[in-house]
């Protein structure tokens, strides 16, 4: 009874060092993450476009805009590639 105790500590002891090390790495840069934007929240708050303030929906360059053209190019570049493709192989 005593040598199965001691096999399910050291079983256990592993488990617990696997799990530690698998998982360490991003719990500690979560940590470091909060702690950063603790710090940075009681500093001050972030600075607020003039575009914003003016009453614009969103500045020039608005990450919308730049999303919306990316997708448009992503859809034409799809369409080349389609086009450039022709029929499909006949396979024998």
Known sequence: MDLFLEALKWILIVLAAGFIGQFGKSFSTHIIDY?????????????????????EPFPAGAPGQAKTEKKALKAQAKQQKKAAKGSPREIY
Do not use: D, E, I, Y
Not at 35 to 55: C, E, M, N, Y
């Open 35 to 55: 702690f950063k934007k603790r710090r940075l929240r009681g500093a001050s708050g972030p600075p607020v476009p003039a575009a914003v303030t003016q009453g």
